[in-house]
C-alpha cells in the first residue's frame, strides 16, 4: 500500500511538473482548421502604431495587426484594421481584411485578437490569445483558427505583413478616419463636400487594394453621388 502511495505521488508530481512547464514556455498555438497548431518561431513588431505578432512552423505563416500596442480586445472583420492574415504551405494568403465568396458564405469574416497583458520586460512580451476565419482575395477558400493562444511573445522588432497586409490596413485605417470625419459633419457645412470626396476617394483606394467580393464596400460608394448635398 505505501508503495502504491508513493508511486501515485510521484506519477502526480511528475504531471504538476510537467504541466507547469508548458504553461510557463514562450507559445504561439491554436486549432488551425480543427488542427493543433504550434508555432516554432514566433516574434512581435509595433507596426503603424499597433502590434504585428507572427508565427511560423516552417510551413505555414500566422500574422496578427492590431491597431494599438495597448491590452485589449480587437475585433476582425469587416472595416476593421486589426487584420489576421494566414499564408498557407502552398503560398496562398488568406485574411480577415477579404469577404467570402456568397457561395461559401453569408457571412462576413469575423475574429478576435486579445491582447491580455504586455509585460515590461527585455524585450517585453505579450500574452493574449485569438480566433478568426479568414478567406483568400476572392473569396472562395477558407481557414479558420481557434483557441489561439500568444503566451510571452517578444516584442523584437523586424517584422514585415504578408502580401500587401501593411497596406491594406493602412486603407482600412484610412477608410475609418474619413468616415468618422465623414459621419461628424452635416451636409449644410461647406467643407461636407470635400470631406465626402475625401471618404469616397478612401473607400475605392481600399476596393484597389483589399478587394470588395461581395460589393459592400462599392454599395457606400455609390450610395455617396457626387457629394453634393
Given at each position: 500500500?505505501?508503495?502504491?502511495t508513493?508511486?501515485?505521488i510521484?506519477?502526480?508530481?511528475?504531471w504538476?511538473?510537467?504541466d507547469?512547464?508548458?504553461?510557463?514556455?514562450p507559445a504561439m498555438?491554436?486549432?488551425?482548421?480543427?488542427d493543433?497548431w504550434?508555432?516554432?518561431?514566433?516574434?512581435?513588431?509595433i507596426d503603424?502604431?499597433?502590434?504585428l505578432?507572427?508565427g511560423?512552423?516552417?510551413?505555414?505563416?500566422?500574422?496578427l495587426?492590431?491597431?494599438n500596442d495597448?491590452?485589449?480586445?480587437y475585433?476582425?472583420g469587416?472595416?476593421?484594421?486589426?487584420?489576421?492574415i494566414?499564408?498557407d504551405a502552398n503560398?496562398?494568403?488568406?485574411?480577415?481584411a477579404?469577404s467570402?465568396?456568397p457561395s461559401?458564405?453569408i457571412?462576413?469574416t469575423?475574429g478576435?485578437?486579445?491582447i491580455?497583458?504586455?509585460?515590461?520586460?527585455?524585450p517585453?512580451?505579450?500574452?493574449?490569445?485569438?480566433w478568426?476565419?479568414a478567406?483568400t482575395?476572392?473569396?472562395?477558400?477558407?481557414?479558420?483558427?481557434n483557441?489561439?493562444?500568444?503566451h510571452?511573445?517578444?516584442?523584437?522588432?523586424?517584422?514585415?505583413?504578408?502580401?500587401g497586409?501593411n497596406?491594406?490596413l493602412?486603407?482600412n485605417?484610412?477608410?475609418?478616419?474619413?468616415r468618422?470625419?465623414?459621419?461628424?459633419?452635416d451636409?449644410?457645412m461647406?467643407?461636407f463636400?470635400?470631406?465626402?470626396?475625401?471618404?469616397?476617394v478612401?473607400?475605392?483606394?481600399?476596393?484597389d487594394?483589399?478587394?470588395?467580393?461581395?460589393g459592400?464596400?462599392?454599395?457606400?460608394v455609390?450610395s455617396?453621388?457626387?457629394?453634393?448635398?
Amino acid at each position: 500500500m505505501k508503495k502504491l502511495t508513493l508511486l501515485f505521488i510521484t506519477i502526480l508530481t511528475i504531471w504538476s511538473c510537467g504541466d507547469e512547464v508548458q504553461f510557463s514556455s514562450p507559445a504561439m498555438q491554436g486549432n488551425y482548421n480543427t488542427d493543433l497548431w504550434r508555432a516554432t518561431s514566433f516574434s512581435a513588431d509595433i507596426d503603424f502604431g499597433g502590434f504585428l505578432i507572427q508565427g511560423s512552423n516552417n510551413l505555414e505563416i500566422v500574422q496578427l495587426i492590431t491597431q494599438n500596442d495597448a491590452a485589449g480586445t480587437y475585433e476582425l472583420g469587416g472595416d476593421s484594421p486589426n487584420i489576421a492574415i494566414v499564408k498557407d504551405a502552398n503560398g496562398v494568403v488568406y485574411s480577415t481584411a477579404n469577404s467570402p465568396d456568397p457561395s461559401i458564405s453569408i457571412y462576413p469574416t469575423d475574429g478576435q485578437i486579445i491582447i491580455q497583458n504586455v509585460i515590461n520586460s527585455t524585450p517585453n512580451l505579450i500574452v493574449g490569445s485569438f480566433w478568426f476565419n479568414a478567406y483568400t482575395e476572392d473569396g472562395l477558400k477558407s481557414v479558420n483558427f481557434n483557441e489561439g493562444v500568444l503566451h510571452r511573445i517578444p516584442i523584437v522588432g523586424g517584422l514585415v505583413a504578408i502580401d500587401g497586409g501593411n497596406a491594406c490596413l493602412e486603407a482600412n485605417q484610412l477608410v475609418i478616419s474619413t468616415r468618422n470625419v465623414f459621419n461628424a459633419t452635416d451636409d449644410t457645412m461647406p467643407e461636407f463636400t470635400d470631406i465626402c470626396n475625401a471618404y469616397k476617394v478612401a473607400l475605392i483606394t481600399k476596393i484597389d487594394i483589399c478587394g470588395d467580393v461581395d460589393g459592400s464596400i462599392q454599395m457606400i460608394v455609390d450610395s455617396l453621388g457626387d457629394c453634393i448635398p
